[in-house]
């Protein structure tokens, strides 16, 4: 698939996550993997939800270094941090839904562990309910570069798979082209509506 596809994709994505409320108030920010050494990445402060091809900067993976002038997201050390670890990831989607928001600062444990949902089997590799699936979450920070240090140092002492939360922020997640990222991302939102509703519930 050429990059001009997957960023046609990624543009209706990204329209797409505006309807869902995932991106409220310029919040949220996507990529899409050029080749081994560049990514596409949503301009910063822009309406997510209305975006166009034009929004994307090519940004280098390895620095995070855009031609100057256009100002990439403030995230972008998130999303070269998952292309590097991650040769296989194509594309990467973070959103700010109220259940990410809420549900990553009422689990204080450093995972947010999913059982015994159909939908799991949204995620890549997934084949029962029985299984655990264990989304990490991490402390917000806004310092980006610190933050992709404690993520990454996280990565080489246990698997981190779809997508990470970060406390009272949102969710990123990515897949090997859009169409996985997206269809991660919407499994992933399901099942945190899910947990939400089921702790509400159990608690009454
Ligand atoms: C709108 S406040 C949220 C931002 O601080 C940030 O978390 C975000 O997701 C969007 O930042 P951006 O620089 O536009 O990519
Ligand atoms: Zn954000």
Known sequence: MTV????????????WIGQQGWAPATGGNMSVRGDDTICLLSESGKDKGSLSADDFIEVSIATGQAAAGRRPSAETGLHTLIYRLFPDAGAVLHTHSVNSTVLSRVEKGPTLLLQGYEMQKTL?????????????????????????????????????????????????????????????????????????????????
């Open 4 to 15: 001009t596809s997957q960023l046609a994709q990624l543009v209706a994505a990204c329209h």
């Open 124 to 204: 890549a590799g997934q084949h029962s309910h029985l299984d655990r699936v264990a989304i990490a979450l991490f402390d917000n920070d806004q310092d980006i570069d610190a933050l992709a240090r404690r993520i990454g140092e996280y990565a080489q002492r246990q698997p981190l798979r779809y997508g990470f939360l970060l406390r009272g922020h949102g969710l990123t997640c990515w897949g090997k082209d859009v169409q996985e990222a997206r269809r991660h991302l919407e499994g992933l939102e399901f099942l945190f509506n899910c947990e939400m509703q089921r702790r509400l519930l159990e608690r009454a």
